[in-house]
């Protein structure tokens, strides 16, 4: 199943293929909406609460969706990742290991800035190109599994999101 | 945009609608297998304990993710849902309020047979059936918003499923 074969003119494709990319956007800026509406609730002493005894602090939820969220952009080939030293962090290391963490300011910087940026990039991405490979599987790999295209990396990071956001709500405010 | 009137012999069609459909099952296949998983590894009596203190309880999640998967069989007409009377305990009332709950043994049964029914019937529904409207939307407003279809249910379906088990790994057993 080739899909760079397919006959991409085709307006009843492309309409398709619209809708479907437009379903995984809105779920995605659904859960992008409510996790900024979270930490817009929260004063930046606030995020060094854990969202449970003994777990991971808001501020490290921040830190580890703003690095995943960056990795997106080599995933997509849409620019240059802009906060690979998250990585170490956020990523590499589990909270409360690291002593010398950005400060709540900068994250939430970050975290609004990758979130713009990412909007904007993705919004010019044209629905042949959602369909196409992420960079992160070998075009190999890609002709005998075309369900592992860049959408699907969209909604995966959706579910990601989700998961998070979910535990962050244990700390909501009355 | 009428998919109805889209011209549903096309194999390319197909092909592409197909891809969608497996995309959007595959991330909801990962989360039910993950989350079976995950109270599996738990007896009946610890499901009674909370995922953080003064939080929902185990047993609270388990059953209020059977009533809305129950609920799906309805939204894509698929079949009668069989778990009516959970609603009112887990989706209409916050837990600890209501003490005569199903036993631990039982939601997990439900539990099984919500998802293993909803996989067999979903399996069946064709690509084109995914794009047309759920039942809790009228035709009207279908019409104007075509992307409120039952693939995009089963989308939300899956970050709500992912939204609840991230809230469970906060009590994964090390």
Redesign the interface.
């Known amino acids: 199943?080739r899909?760079r074969a397919?006959?991409l003119h085709?307006s009843?494709?492309i309409?398709?293929?619209q809708?479907?990319v437009?379903?995984?956007l809105?779920?995605w800026n659904t859960?992008i909406r409510r996790t900024n509406d979270f930490f817009e609730g929260f004063t930046d002493e606030e995020l060094y609460s854990e969202?449970?005894?003994g777990?991971n602090r808001l501020i490290y939820l921040l830190g580890h969706l703003v690095a995943v969220h960056d990795r997106m952009f080599e995933l997509f080939e849409i620019g240059e990742r802009q906060f690979k030293h998250l990585d170490e962090p956020f990523l590499q290391q589990p909270d409360k290991s690291v002593t010398d963490l950005p400060s709540a300011s900068t994250l939430r910087d970050n975290w609004k800035h990758v979130n713009n940026r990412l909007t904007e990039k993705m919004k010019m991405m044209e629905p042949n190109n959602w369909?196409s490979r992420h960079s992160a599987i070998s075009p190999e790999e890609f002709e005998k599994e075309?369900?592992r295209?860049k959408?699907?990396v969209l909604?995966?990071r959706?579910?990601?999101l989700?998961?998070?956001?979910?535990?962050l709500?244990?700390v909501r405010k009355a």
Do not use: R
């Open positions: 199943m899909l397919l006959p085709s009843i494709l309409m398709h293929d809708l479907f437009q379903m995984a809105s779920a859960y969202i449970a005894p777990k369909f075309p369900e295209n959408l699907n909604i995966n959706t579910n990601h989700a998961y998070h956001f979910g535990q709500m244990l």
